[in-house]
């Protein structure tokens, strides 16, 4: 168990929060653990999409038809990253690791605030920490233009 990997899960909910709800739609799904049961509390006033952390095609059908997926750098959100048709923004906190697993990813092919190679161009990896106001930039990012997949000029 690695702190670190996991969302802050107060900013996620600020962040959603300060989201036009006339524009976006905002939809939760909180992890397979008593950590994730233990969430539903603090995101409670959004939509959560529950089944969609027990059953991958449904995860991955959520975020292929969504115009954007956002969350910390984890294992179910990279099915997002394979896909083409949808942004996806992952918040890499890996400088935030113990020293000796960071070493191991770096070993194995890390490259910290970048996506994988095999990601689809419309993945784009974020070196920091998940605060409201780091996802509220990155968002807002996006919004400026809206075009379909055209990248902001901030992070090209």
Avoid at 127 to 141: A, M, R
Wanted: hydrophobic share 40%; aromatic share 14%; with cysteine.
């Amino acid at each position: 168990y690695i702190t670190a990997r996991n969302s802050d899960i107060a900013a996620w909910v600020k962040f959603a929060s300060e989201i036009d709800p006339l524009k976006y739609r905002v939809v939760f799904i909180p992890d397979a653990s008593r950590d994730g049961v233990e969430t539903f509390r603090q995101i409670n006033e959004f939509e959560i999409f529950d089944s969609a952390c027990w059953n991958i095609e449904l995860r991955a059908a959520l975020y292929q038809h969504a115009w954007m997926n956002m969350g910390v750098a984890c294992g179910p959100l990279e099915i997002s990253g394979l896909m083409d048709k949808v942004w996806t923004v992952v918040i890499d906190r890996s400088s935030d690791y113990p020293k000796d697993y960071l070493q191991n990813l770096l070993c194995n092919g890390l490259v910290q605030g970048q996506a994988p190679n095999f990601f689809s161009k419309t993945c784009r990896f974020y070196l920091g920490k998940d605060d409201s106001e780091t996802l509220l930039n990155i968002f807002n990012s996006y919004t400026v233009k809206n075009t379909e997949f055209e990248f902001p000029q901030t992070f090209r």
